[in-house]
């Protein structure tokens, strides 16, 4: 039996005198089980699109958790999933969603949304100055004459291909609007302006 310091931190151990209801081998193979079998880590996790979509059912905010499974071949693939904070209605039944399902929703939003392009950063400015300077130099393309940039079409490539910064700050260039994920959809509802 082991000796259990109750209540914690107050200097006084008592030796158990109950009967475990399972043995400690049981106890270490099960723990163990659970832990090889999926973690789940969202603590100092930066994420792409927390605090950017509101509940379409209880109207709470949307977090995000990462889910490491361990395939039989010991290897771990993640996934990260977004769904209801249930700040505003503990018992809400709006499911999670994974994060690649949420790109390809956004994708499909983007021709909808108003894009607030003087919202876009000089960083992305740049990157796509970049960008048509590196194509240019590829297919040796003399013509300097400015090229028309479509920013939905770039809203779009940042979507897939760019960092969590990046997409967040992306997303919060959608104006006019508010993005609602509700039973695993999203989608864009516009703010009703009264004038």
Not at 97 to 105: F, N, P
């Amino acid at each position: 039996m082991d000796i259990l310091n109750i209540p914690k931190g107050n200097g006084k151990w008592y030796k158990g005198q109950h009967e475990p209801i399972i043995t400690k081998e049981v106890f270490e193979k099960i723990r163990e089980k659970i832990s090889s079998e999926c973690d789940y880590r969202s603590n100092n996790k930066e994420f792409a699109f927390t605090n950017l979509f509101t509940c379409g059912l209880c109207n709470s905010g949307i977090s995000a958790r990462e889910k490491i499974k361990k395939l039989k071949n010991g290897k771990p693939l993640s996934y990260i999933y977004y769904g209801c904070t249930k700040s505003k209605d503990k018992n809400c039944k709006n499911g999670y969603v994974r994060e690649d399902l949420i790109i390809k929703q956004l994708i499909e939003i983007v021709d909808k949304v108003r894009i607030d392009e003087k919202m876009i950063s000089d960083k992305l400015k740049l990157e796509i100055n970049r960008f048509n300077s590196f194509y240019r130099l590829i297919y040796k393309d003399d013509n300097k004459d400015k090229k028309e940039i479509n920013i939905k079409d770039y809203v779009k490539h940042v979507l897939v291909n760019g960092s969590v910064d990046e997409k967040r700050e992306i997303v919060r260039c959608f104006s006019g609007g508010k993005i609602v994920l509700e039973n695993k959809i999203l989608s864009y509802q516009q703010y009703d302006y009264v004038r």
